[in-house]
């Protein structure tokens, strides 16, 4: 495929908006669906500013069949963000995250069969294995139970994606599993933005320092790990963005009728306490943190082996835990000084 257009649902979320960003540079077309239910139309500006072209975008929910209908011709691939993501908030609302995410693939997946759309780039997430006996885990880890519906509906997503194939000759599939991305684009112009209390260890960390929360709660201060807060393996956004560029490129020349899944890692563990460390280093602050118990979904520890993105899709990420500390605090403050001000 020359450089074709590409479907990008919750494109102006999080991943999304980083994942536009570099597939423009690579010189896709990209048109974006997003309901705005975690993302503003803020972002959209803002990526025409990083990328230089304003993407096309329709603000529909795809769970949402009939509103697909608008979806431009000539589609060559998507890549399929939109999906809820915390893990605590899927223990608490289990309905909304199996609604939300498994309705959104199944239609996404019929829009597919339906255009003759071939390539189709799915998120899915380490949660997948559970707590694996065996760390770091390569894409053959058996999955485990999974620790929340969050898990249940990426594990249920990648089951009904294989069955689909068998089904419906001609597409192929990409599966990313994400480890923890955290971090922000380098210019301080997108990065995450949760509405509400965030639930993900990053925001927390970087609202509190800008004085929007007292102090950060550390969930958990007895698992068997260095210091004994969980560990996680947290990933660059842009680095991830990038990796999405070689997953759908890597897509279209895969044989038909095939799946293919790619942990997405930095292949290292850190702990809370660390990525704390890391904060305060990069940005001469000192984060109040208390210790309080364990969260309810939370797995004790994960690390991806990442020779397989290595090897298969050449990816490798560029970028280290202080530069993830370092943007993500850039992003904070010129989205509090700069952007949110000027909006108010
Ligand atoms: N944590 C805290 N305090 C907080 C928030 C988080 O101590 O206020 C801890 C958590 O207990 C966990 C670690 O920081 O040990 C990371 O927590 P996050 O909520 O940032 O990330 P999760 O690992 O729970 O989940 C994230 C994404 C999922 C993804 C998963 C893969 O939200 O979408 O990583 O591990 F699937």
């Known amino acids: 495929m020359?450089?074709?257009?590409?479907?990008?649902?919750?494109?102006?979320?999080?991943?999304?908006?980083?994942?536009?960003?570099?597939?423009?540079?690579?010189?896709?077309?990209v048109v974006i669906a997003d309901n705005l239910s975690n993302s503003d139309e803020?972002?959209?500006?803002?990526?025409?500013?990083?990328?230089?072209?304003?993407?096309?975008f329709h603000q529909i929910d795809v769970c949402d069949v009939s509103a697909l209908k608008n979806m431009p011709s000539n589609i060559d691939g998507v890549i399929h963000f939109a999906a809820y993501k915390s893990v605590s908030e899927s223990v608490e609302f289990p309905l909304k995250?199996?609604?939300n995410n498994l309705v959104s693939l199944m239609n996404m997946l019929e829009f597919c069969a339906e255009r003759n759309i071939?390539?189709?780039?799915?998120?899915s997430s380490c949660t997948v294995y559970g707590q694996s006996e065996q760390?770091?885990?390569?894409?053959?880890?058996?999955?485990?139970?999974?620790?929340?519906?969050?898990?249940?509906?990426k594990q249920i997503g990648e089951a009904m994606i294989a069955d689909f194939l068998k089904s419906t000759p001609g597409m192929r599939v990409v599966s990313l599993?994400?480890?923890?991305?955290?971090?922000?684009?380098?210019?301080?112009?997108?990065?995450?933005?949760?509405?509400?209390?965030?639930?993900?260890?990053m925001p927390y960390i970087t609202q509190t320092a800008i004085g929007l929360r007292d102090k950060l709660k550390v969930y958990g201060s007895d698992y068997d790990t260095i210091d004994g807060t969980a560990v996680r393996d947290y990933i660059h956004v842009a680095?991830?963005?990038?990796?999405?560029?070689?997953?759908?490129?890597?897509?279209?020349?895969?044989?038909?009728?095939?799946?293919?899944?790619?942990?997405l890692g930095s292949g290292n563990g850190?702990?809370?306490?660390?990525?704390?460390?890391?904060?305060?280093?990069?940005?001469?602050l000192k984060i109040p943190y208390e210790m309080v118990g364990r969260r309810a979904g939370d797995v004790e520890k994960i690390w991806a082996d990442t020779t397989k993105a290595e090897k298969v899709l050449g990816f490798v990420p560029q970028r280290i835990l202080d530069d993830i500390t370092l943007t993500a605090w850039k992003w904070e403050q010129n989205y509090r000084q700069n952007i949110e001000r000027k909006n108010s």
């Open 2 to 29: 020359a450089k074709g257009k590409i479907l990008v649902t919750g494109g102006l979320g999080y991943i999304g908006s980083h994942t536009v960003v570099e597939l423009i540079g690579a010189g896709f077309s």
């Open 42 to 56: 803020g972002v959209l500006r803002r990526i025409e500013t990083i990328a230089g072209v304003l993407p096309e």
């Open 97 to 99: 995250y199996y609604r």
């Open 118 to 123: 071939k390539n189709f780039v799915f998120s």
């Open 135 to 153: 760390l770091p885990v390569t894409e053959e880890s058996p999955f485990m139970p999974a620790w929340s519906p969050y898990g249940h509906t």
């Open 177 to 201: 599993r994400y480890f923890n991305p955290a971090g922000a684009h380098e210019t301080g112009l997108i990065g995450e933005l949760p509405r509400g209390v965030p639930n993900n260890l």
């Open 239 to 263: 680095d991830l963005a990038s990796a999405h560029v070689k997953a759908i490129n890597f897509c279209c020349g895969m044989p038909e009728n095939k799946v293919e899944v790619f942990n």
């Open 270 to 284: 850190f702990s809370v306490l660390e990525v704390i460390e890391s904060f305060n280093f990069t940005s001469g």
